[in-house]
């Protein structure tokens, strides 16, 4: 079945600093590709998406590449905030599914 | 846009009592999900209504767990029996069939003691 695999946190980085969370998948086929985010007593929010091999999502100075060959969907940042420090999860929907899959979560402090 | 809304927040209860959750989708979204998430894990799949038909129920919804959308707007999630192990936070999210991203609600956190 369709699976996804996050890097373990938690990640603790410094303000400015560049921030990566790994992602890699197992599906059939061509799933789509997302980033949540869960901040402190918030409901989970979509953060960007990604439908095909090779798109780019962004969105807030996130972006994470689609790439088929590595079947990863990492997440980066340039320059993280103290307001960035949230529980980042990646998720996946299959080909021909609608329910999404997700990752354990990677829990990101970021401090001033 | 009023967003996903999910009653109560927060239920609290005693092993082998019956609950009930309801979700109202964001009001032009024809599909309602509901997920499991506990703690320190990733949201899981409970089952999916396309307007009032349930289309897909996941193993992970025992003969306990109920779920209906009987017009095609708000969904109701009915535990009975509960059990220590049903302790988790129950998400709800809609979306449109032609768009298909999924907006959450804030979750009701389920606790039996």
């Known amino acids: 079945g369709n699976s996804v695999t996050q890097m373990e946190g938690p990640v603790t980085l410094s303000e400015e600093a560049f921030l990566t969370i790994n992602c890699t998948y197992t599906?059939?086929?061509?799933?789509?590709l997302f980033w949540y985010v869960q901040y402190p007593g918030e409901g989970l929010q979509l953060l960007l998406k990604?439908?095909?091999?090779?798109d780019k999502g962004s969105n807030k100075g996130f972006e994470a590449t689609y790439r088929k060959e590595t079947t990863s969907f990492h997440l980066e940042k340039g320059s993280v905030q103290v307001s960035d420090s949230a529980v980042y999860f990646c998720?996946?929907?299959?080909?021909?599914?609608?329910?999404?899959?997700f990752g354990a979560g990677t829990i990101l402090r970021v401090k001033s | 846009d009023t967003g996903v809304s999910q009653d109560p927040r927060h239920k609290i209860t005693k092993r082998g009592q019956n609950v009930t959750f309801r979700c109202d989708p964001i009001?032009?979204?024809?599909?309602l999900y509901w997920y499991r998430q506990t703690l320190g894990q990733g949201p899981e799949f409970l089952t999916y209504?396309?307007?009032?038909?349930?289309?897909?129920k996941s193993r992970l919804l025992s003969d306990r767990f109920s779920a209906e959308r009987p017009k095609g707007s708000f969904s109701t999630l009915e535990i009975q029996r509960t059990e220590q192990g049903d302790s988790a936070m129950y998400l709800c999210?809609?979306?449109?069939?032609?768009?298909?991203?999924?907006?959450f609600g804030p979750g009701t956190r389920l606790t039996v003691l």
């Open positions: 999210a809609s979306s449109t069939s032609w768009r298909n991203e999924q907006f």
């Open positions: 599906a059939t086929g061509y799933p789509s």
């Open positions: 009001s032009e979204h024809n599909r």
């Open positions: 998720a996946l929907r299959g080909e021909y599914g609608n329910k999404l899959v």
């Open positions: 209504f396309q307007n009032e038909a349930q289309l897909e």
């Open positions: 990604a439908t095909k091999a090779d």
